[in-house]
């Protein structure tokens, strides 16, 4: 058990759907990052958060967003939901940004 | 950025040794190393830092050769337990954040 919760662990939803993935991080980490794991596909860094503030963007797309909260657990936000984003999404967290980074076991989406 | 892993996919029988190499075309100041089983979380193995020594974790470790920006991870005596996608992740000297390679995916068979 690496101490980052997610929830859901499963979600299936409807294309054009919005749903919401939520991660609390260790305790004392204040880094947080998302990432998407399609299938067979390595890990797609999302986005980064470091203390509540945007830190680094990777592929995400606009339709996708995220926050990190004053509590900093963070929450990603995924609309108008297309087939092909169906995926693993994992968030990881780490105490600072070049530190090891400690991942959740993962919400997996499936889009009907 | 984002550092090269080879080999892509290694087989293996039991009992058989593999290397993963790690690179980067960054000056680098660590590298960490993690296992994924199928639909599993990355697990952290270990972290190698600029100046530091190999590392050992059971029967995998690591080195890091600081000049030719290159890591390497090495599984001796594979075990069944070992299949899984290994990633490296780099940190460059600027401080940057971790950047995961694309995986190595190693099979281990009786």
């Known amino acids: 058990d690496s101490g980052v919760t997610q929830t859901p662990k499963h979600l299936i939803t409807a294309t054009g759907q919005r749903v919401t993935l939520r991660c609390s991080p260790r305790?004392?980490?204040?880094?947080v990052y998302w990432y998407q794991q399609s299938l067979d596909q390595g890990l797609q860094f999302l986005i980064q958060?470091?203390?509540?503030?945007?830190?680094a963007k990777g592929n995400i797309l606009e339709r996708f967003s995220a926050q990190q909260f004053p509590d900093l657990h963070s929450e990603l936000n995924l609309s108008s939901l297309e087939l092909g984003d169906s995926a693993l999404y994992f968030c990881a967290s780490s105490v600072d940004e070049s530190e090891t980074q400690y991942f959740g076991p993962g919400t997996r989406l499936l889009v009907l | 950025q984002q550092p090269v892993q080879s080999p892509q996919a290694v087989i293996l029988r039991e009992g058989e040794d593999a290397v993963i190499n790690c690179s980067s075309s960054k000056a680098l100041y660590s590298v960490h190393w993690y296992r994924q089983k199928h639909g599993e979380a990355p697990v952290f193995l270990m972290i190698l830092l600029k100046g530091g020594e190999q590392k050992g974790h059971e029967k995998i470790s690591a080195s890091f050769n600081e000049k030719k920006q290159q890591s390497s991870l090495y599984l001796t005596a594979s075990q069944l337990s070992y299949s899984g996608t290994y990633f490296c992740?780099?940190?460059?000297?600027?401080?940057?954040?971790?950047?995961f390679g694309k995986g190595t995916t190693l099979s281990v068979s009786s």
């Open positions: 958060y470091y203390n509540g503030e945007e830190r």
């Open positions: 305790s004392g980490d204040l880094s």
């Open positions: 992740g780099t940190v460059n000297q600027a401080g940057t954040a971790l950047i």
